[in-house]
């Protein structure tokens, strides 16, 4: 690995100093982390277009009227 730190509940760390295991957990939290961000943006998404179905089915209903 490289020279990176990595800070744990204020304390940093050298990634090379830390076990395979520990790296191993830190980049599954990373890639967890990524997943996350992309499911949040995918759930902002999909509730703009919920709005959007919603504001056409209201201006259908109005149509109608």
């Known amino acids: 690995m490289t020279n ?5 509940d204020g304390t940093a760390y050298q990634l090379d100093a830390l076990s395979e295991g520990a790296r191993g957990a830190i ?3 990373r890639l967890v982390d990524r ?3 992309d499911l949040q943006n995918e759930l902002a998404i999909l509730r703009t277009a919920r709005q ?3 504001r056409a089915i209201k201006a259908d209903l ?4």
Do not use: D, R, V
Request: charged residues 15%; without cysteine.
């Open 52 to 54: 959007a179905y919603a």
């Open 4 to 8: 990176s730190t990595i800070t744990i």
């Open 27 to 29: 980049a599954s939290i």
């Open 35 to 37: 997943k996350m961000a």
């Open 62 to 65: 109005k149509n109608e009227g």
